[in-house]
């Protein structure tokens, strides 16, 4: 009886847990069993792996094979265990030294010939090995440039299973990554090129200064979706924690370019109106995958044509717009992605949607359904309203306005005002202030006030509205410059509710 071990990693959601891989080879007829709650994907690992081994040049055991993956309650899901799974085996049958083996996590899809394909993930896994001790990593040489993106980590590459052999036995070399190096910013639309809606820029200006919600409605052609796709534009790039914080989830969902492994700038997410719950709050079977909310983390999520998306779908968003994650459960466990994201919201007021309110030949009744959609909860939570108009010929044919360039400068500026402010308390942007910070330790002055107390006796915003709108007349101090919100700061975040929608 001889008995192999390698270690590897098992992520669920964007977390990771170190998996322990022992292999036994013992008396019994010829055959491979694995046990430790595989999926359906990694018990059909061991015909690949088997595959892979012979074809690799090593000799698979005529004996019976006993493969365990530890700890034994935790679901085990998807093929990043094979390469760990073969190196157990071969360190059983004397093939693999535990030297190296022992001190590094094994990651990688091993294809019939013994390639090492790449798998999901690689980014929270090699996080989830450094956050346990472990300081050596080998990945599949495709996802090199990824893994690589974690300090304090040796990390290699391998193409095939022989090539991962001769490493462990000491006799040949590993690919290294190359010096990571930023990628430059992808070219966009500049906000110069939206004609007129001046209230409309200046919303989206404050909604990027403090990571604010924003619905725009408007008829179709006035420019909602120009200005949407132009936010993140004029958003400042992500910082180091955030940026691997985006990348690990666009990495378990599969989204990230060989290119461009690390996302330095914030995401745009814009799923279809007949998207579903699962594939706006993430699903699947199994383990959950992230959906549109969580891959839009630290970014945006673009609703476009919002009127005509299920309610259901709609209803779904209102918890992570509050909490900033989402759990979802299923078959083999609870998953949890992050996802604080800006929603913004673009909608027709009507179904005809004319050029002008007064040639709409809409029933009163279907106008009232149309946006009614749009539950009160939910339009609680979008901060800023805007109700944009058809733009006329002077303003179609005047001057262009201010570029993405300028009002980034402005955008950065008030980002790093409010940053320095909140810094002390764990909070980055005026979004993220709690209600009773902002009414208690940050309470602003009486005369400051005024309009929000006025609007609460009348009973035109609740306590939930009367929060977000100090959070605006903060951004909006920032984009001046000012020390703390004034009367009328306050009172142009009250204008931004109460437009919009009628």
Known sequence: ????????????????????????????????????????????????????????????????????????????????????????????????????????????????????????????????????????????????????????????????????????????????????????????????????????????????????????????????TMLAQRLPGILPELTEAHALEVTAIHSVAGSLSPDRPLVTEPPFVAPHHTATVSALIGGGTGMAKPGAVSRAHRGILFLDEVAEMPVKTLEALRTPLEDGEVRVARRDGVARYPARFQLILAANPCPCAPARDADCICAPAARRRYLGRLSGPLLDRVDLRVRMQAVSTSALMGDTGESTEEVRARVENARAAAAERWAAHGWSTNAEVPGPALRQKFRLAPAALRPLERALRKGAITARGADRALRVAWSICDLEGAASPSELHVATALEFRDRGTA
């Open 1 to 224: 009886m001889a008995l192999g071990r390698a270690w590897s990693v098992a992520v669920t959601g964007i977390d990771g847990q170190v998996v322990e891989i022992e292999a036994d080879i013992g008396g019994g007829l010829p055959g491979v069993k694995m046990v430790g709650l595989p999926d359906t994907a990694l018990q059909e690992s061991r015909d690949r792996v088997r595959a892979a081994v012979a074809n690799s040049g090593a000799k698979w055991p005529d004996s019976k094979v006993v493969l365990a993956l530890s700890p034994a309650t935790l679901p085990k899901v998807g093929s990043v265990y094979d390469a760990g799974l073969a190196c157990a085996v071969l360190n059983a049958a004397n093939i693999v030294p535990l030297d190296l083996l022992e001190k590094t996590i094994l990651l990688g899809e091993l294809a019939l010939d013994g390639r090492l394909r790449p798998v999901r993930g690689v980014l929270p896994a090699v996080l989830a090995a450094r956050r346990h001790g472990w300081c050596k990593v080998v990945v599949p040489t495709a996802t090199l440039s990824e893994a690589a993106l974690v300090e304090d980590v040796d990390v290699y590459g391998a193409d095939t299973l022989a090539d991962l052999v001769r490493w462990l036995q000491g006799d040949g070399p590993l690919e290294r990554p190359d010096e990571h190096r930023a990628p430059p910013r992808p070219v966009r639309g500049d906000l110069s090129e939206v004609v007129g809606q001046h209230e409309a820029r200046r919303a989206l200006e404050v909604a990027a200064a403090g990571a604010h919600h924003l619905m725009l409605t408007g008829p179709p052609g006035v420019g909602k």
